[in-house]
Protein backbone atom coordinates (compact mmCIF):
# COMPACT_ATOMS: atom_id res chain seq x y z
CA UNK A 1 0.00 0.00 0.00
CA UNK A 2 2.54 2.36 0.79
CA UNK A 3 5.29 1.01 -1.39
CA UNK A 4 5.61 4.21 -4.09
CA UNK A 5 5.60 6.20 -0.49
CA UNK A 6 8.70 4.39 0.85
CA UNK A 7 10.72 4.67 -2.08
CA UNK A 8 10.09 8.29 -1.99
CA UNK A 9 10.95 8.31 1.72
CA UNK A 10 14.41 6.24 0.45
CA UNK A 11 15.02 9.18 -1.90
CA UNK A 12 14.59 12.37 0.26
CA UNK A 13 16.73 10.30 2.68
CA UNK A 14 19.70 9.84 0.06
CA UNK A 15 18.90 13.15 -1.19
CA UNK A 16 19.37 14.62 2.75
CA UNK A 17 22.40 12.63 3.79
CA UNK A 18 23.89 13.49 0.31
CA UNK A 19 23.30 17.45 0.35
CA UNK A 20 24.57 17.01 4.07
CA UNK A 21 28.02 15.71 2.97
CA UNK A 22 27.85 17.73 0.09
CA UNK A 23 27.61 21.14 2.37
CA UNK A 24 30.88 20.47 4.61
CA UNK A 25 32.54 19.47 1.31
CA UNK A 26 31.49 23.02 -0.36
CA UNK A 27 32.79 25.09 2.69
CA UNK A 28 36.39 23.69 2.21
CA UNK A 29 36.40 24.53 -1.65
CA UNK A 30 34.37 28.40 -1.05
CA UNK A 31 37.15 28.96 1.24
CA UNK A 32 40.18 27.58 -0.80
CA UNK A 33 38.72 28.56 -3.73
CA UNK A 34 36.95 31.72 -3.70
CA UNK A 35 37.76 33.56 0.34
CA UNK A 36 41.48 32.62 0.04
CA UNK A 37 42.22 34.50 -3.30
CA UNK A 38 39.71 37.48 -2.87
CA UNK A 39 42.09 38.38 0.21
CA UNK A 40 45.00 38.44 -1.94
CA UNK A 41 43.42 41.36 -4.83
CA UNK A 42 43.36 44.53 -3.95
CA UNK A 43 39.98 45.34 -5.65
CA UNK A 44 38.47 42.17 -5.11
CA UNK A 45 35.41 41.30 -7.17
CA UNK A 46 32.86 39.08 -5.32
CA UNK A 47 30.86 37.63 -8.35
CA UNK A 48 32.34 34.02 -8.27
CA UNK A 49 31.87 34.28 -4.72
CA UNK A 50 28.56 35.27 -4.94
CA UNK A 51 27.30 32.51 -6.95
CA UNK A 52 29.32 29.69 -4.94
CA UNK A 53 27.18 30.84 -1.95
CA UNK A 54 24.08 30.63 -4.02
CA UNK A 55 25.25 26.80 -4.98
CA UNK A 56 25.84 26.75 -1.45
CA UNK A 57 22.08 27.60 -0.80
CA UNK A 58 20.78 25.18 -3.04
CA UNK A 59 22.25 22.32 -1.83
CA UNK A 60 21.07 23.44 1.94
CA UNK A 61 17.58 24.00 0.36
CA UNK A 62 17.72 20.64 -1.27
CA UNK A 63 18.72 19.11 1.65
CA UNK A 64 15.99 20.80 4.01
CA UNK A 65 13.26 19.82 1.39
CA UNK A 66 14.08 16.44 1.45
CA UNK A 67 14.11 16.03 5.42
CA UNK A 68 10.71 17.78 5.43
CA UNK A 69 9.15 15.49 2.52
CA UNK A 70 10.45 12.20 4.58
CA UNK A 71 9.27 13.35 7.82
CA UNK A 72 6.08 14.28 6.49
CA UNK A 73 5.55 11.16 4.47
CA UNK A 74 6.75 8.79 7.12
CA UNK A 75 4.52 10.72 9.50
CA UNK A 76 1.49 9.77 6.75
CA UNK A 77 2.82 6.51 6.58
CA UNK A 78 3.18 5.08 10.13
CA UNK A 79 -0.31 6.84 10.77
CA UNK A 80 -1.71 4.52 8.15
CA UNK A 81 0.14 1.58 9.37
CA UNK A 82 -0.58 2.21 12.94
CA UNK A 83 -4.68 2.83 12.31
CA UNK A 84 -4.33 -0.65 10.39
CA UNK A 85 -2.79 -2.14 13.19
CA UNK A 86 -5.32 -0.92 15.65
CA UNK A 87 -8.42 -1.94 13.67
CA UNK A 88 -6.63 -5.41 13.16
CA UNK A 89 -6.40 -6.11 17.29
CA UNK A 90 -10.04 -4.41 17.71
CA UNK A 91 -11.12 -6.75 15.08
CA UNK A 92 -8.90 -9.78 16.74
CA UNK A 93 -10.37 -8.90 20.18
CA UNK A 94 -14.30 -8.95 19.32
CA UNK A 95 -12.78 -12.58 18.58
CA UNK A 96 -11.71 -13.68 21.94
CA UNK A 97 -13.85 -15.52 24.48
CA UNK A 98 -15.26 -13.92 27.20
CA UNK A 99 -12.68 -15.62 29.77
CA UNK A 100 -10.12 -13.19 27.65
CA UNK A 101 -11.04 -10.67 29.23
CA UNK A 102 -11.71 -11.89 32.39
CA UNK A 103 -8.28 -13.32 32.71
CA UNK A 104 -6.86 -9.83 31.70
CA UNK A 105 -7.08 -6.72 33.41
CA UNK A 106 -8.56 -3.47 31.57
CA UNK A 107 -4.68 -1.12 31.22
CA UNK A 108 -2.86 -4.38 30.29
CA UNK A 109 -5.34 -4.63 27.33
CA UNK A 110 -5.73 -0.87 27.07
CA UNK A 111 -2.21 -0.35 27.23
CA UNK A 112 -1.76 -2.70 23.59
CA UNK A 113 -4.20 0.10 22.12
CA UNK A 114 -1.93 2.84 23.31
CA UNK A 115 1.95 2.14 24.07
CA UNK A 116 2.52 -0.90 22.31
CA UNK A 117 1.61 0.92 19.00
CA UNK A 118 2.56 4.29 20.13
CA UNK A 119 6.05 2.05 20.26
CA UNK A 120 5.72 1.07 16.51
CA UNK A 121 4.74 4.35 15.66
CA UNK A 122 7.87 5.98 17.51
CA UNK A 123 9.59 2.88 15.65
CA UNK A 124 8.59 3.26 12.03
CA UNK A 125 8.10 7.19 12.00
CA UNK A 126 11.84 7.74 13.99
CA UNK A 127 14.03 5.05 14.53
CA UNK A 128 14.09 3.54 10.87
CA UNK A 129 14.37 6.77 8.52
CA UNK A 130 17.46 7.71 11.58
CA UNK A 131 18.98 4.12 10.76
CA UNK A 132 18.78 4.98 6.87
CA UNK A 133 20.09 8.49 7.38
CA UNK A 134 23.05 7.38 9.47
CA UNK A 135 23.64 4.20 7.12
CA UNK A 136 23.51 6.76 3.99
CA UNK A 137 25.38 9.36 5.47
CA UNK A 138 28.20 6.77 6.10
CA UNK A 139 28.51 5.54 2.84
CA UNK A 140 28.43 9.33 1.57
CA UNK A 141 30.94 10.63 3.38
CA UNK A 142 33.21 7.26 3.06
CA UNK A 143 32.81 7.84 -1.03
CA UNK A 144 33.98 11.55 -0.25
CA UNK A 145 37.13 10.40 1.70
CA UNK A 146 37.64 8.04 -1.18
CA UNK A 147 37.74 10.72 -3.69
CA UNK A 148 39.56 13.00 -1.75
CA UNK A 149 42.31 11.09 -0.76
CA UNK A 150 42.80 7.19 -1.06
CA UNK A 151 45.49 6.95 0.96
CA UNK A 152 44.00 8.74 3.90
CA UNK A 153 41.08 6.48 3.50
CA UNK A 154 42.90 3.32 3.71
CA UNK A 155 44.68 4.57 6.77
CA UNK A 156 41.60 5.30 8.49
CA UNK A 157 39.96 1.87 7.95
CA UNK A 158 42.73 0.24 8.83
CA UNK A 159 43.44 2.34 12.19
CA UNK A 160 39.56 1.80 12.50
CA UNK A 161 40.21 -1.64 12.18
CA UNK A 162 42.78 -2.02 15.14
CA UNK A 163 40.57 0.14 17.76
CA UNK A 164 37.59 -2.00 16.75
CA UNK A 165 40.02 -5.32 17.45
CA UNK A 166 41.54 -3.63 20.50
CA UNK A 167 38.17 -2.46 21.76
CA UNK A 168 37.02 -6.41 21.60
CA UNK A 169 39.88 -7.60 23.41
CA UNK A 170 39.86 -5.41 26.01
CA UNK A 171 35.97 -5.82 26.37
CA UNK A 172 36.70 -9.52 26.65
CA UNK A 173 38.78 -9.43 29.41
CA UNK A 174 37.69 -6.88 31.54
Do not use: W
Not at 12 to 34: G, K, T
Not at 39 to 51: I, K, M, Q, S, T
Not at 73 to 92: C, E, N, P, W, Y
Amino acid sequence: VYKTRVILVVICILLSAIANVMSSLFIQRLIDDYISPLLLEANPVFDALFRAIVQMACIYVIGILASLIYNRTMAVISQGILKKIRDDMFGHMQTLPIRYFDQNTNGSIMSLYTNDTDTLRQMISQAIPQALMSFFTIVVTFISMLVLSPLLTVLAVLIIGVLISATKAIGANS
